[in-house]
């Protein structure tokens, strides 16, 4: 079946240390996003990329940037984490025309020591 | 910002129709109102969507007010399954407008 996938479900990593999230889509969707969600919250948009146009939101902080150095794989990093960025992050896609509506990977837990 | 604005949290029986309303009271004539549910340690999966003309499809069904001021989501015969927090989010459908935006959502808890 067609999906967002995203690896691994749980990462731990040190503070401070630098962590890459990964998600690849089967759908051949222009459009891949990253939310960002905590505990008992709605996720937060953090960027999306329409094919390799990449839009920031205003209040995501610098410390996270993505890649997407193709239409199949979008990566999420975080170059400095601290313990206020554990979390669970959401990768989504979408197809960019009408009304079609996002698909989403089942998320990587982002845990800091 | 979300333009979505949902009650915190619902009970309903299991069985029952589950009724979850949404009001959007600013969305504007090309915005589509969309719904997903999350359950648990999982993503969000998409429920249903429409502009102006009810819908139903095999989970759900979606009925929209006249003014398009506000909507409900209603699953006819709730399960255990179906606990779930449960998001409407509006969305224009205008080329170059990509993003979907979260409210709060509703915590549904269907009760044995």
Redesign the interface.
């Known amino acids: 079946d067609a999906m967002?996938i995203?690896n691994p479900r749980y990462q731990v990593t040190q503070f401070g240390k630098p962590v890459t999230l990964s998600c690849s889509q089967t759908l051949n969707h222009n459009?891949m996003?990253w939310?960002q969600q905590k505990s008992s919250q709605?996720?937060?948009?953090l960027f999306?990329y329409?094919d390799k146009d990449f839009?920031n939101e205003a209040d995501t902080p610098d410390n996270f940037q993505s890649r997407r150095p193709n239409t199949s794989f979008c990566f999420l990093d975080i170059r400095s984490p601290g313990l206020g960025d554990a979390a669970m992050y959401?990768c989504?896609t979408?197809r960019?025309?009408?009304?079609q509506?996002?698909?989403?990977?089942?998320?990587t837990?982002l845990s800091i020591l | 910002d979300?333009k979505t604005t949902q009650p915190t949290s619902m009970d309903c029986a299991e069985g029952r129709a589950a009724n979850l309303p949404c009001n959007h009271s600013t969305i504007s004539g090309n915005e589509?109102v969309?719904w997903?549910r999350q359950i648990h340690?999982?993503?969000?999966?998409?429920i249903i969507?429409g502009?102006k003309n009810n819908e139903t499809n095999e989970m759900a069904s979606l009925i929209i007010t006249e003014d398009r001021k506000s909507s409900t989501l209603i699953l006819p015969h709730a399960t255990l399954r179906d606990t779930a927090v449960y998001?409407c989010i509006v969305r224009p459908?205008t080329?170059g407008t990509?993003?979907?935006?979260?409210?709060?959502?509703t915590r549904l808890k269907v009760l044995a």
């Open positions: 967002v995203q459009v996003y939310y709605a996720p937060k948009l999306h329409y839009n959401l989504a979408s960019g025309t009408g009304d509506p996002q698909h989403f990977g089942d998320g837990r | 979300a589509y969309y997903y340690s999982q993503g969000p999966q998409y969507h502009l998001y459908y080329s990509y993003k979907y935006i979260f409210g709060t959502g």
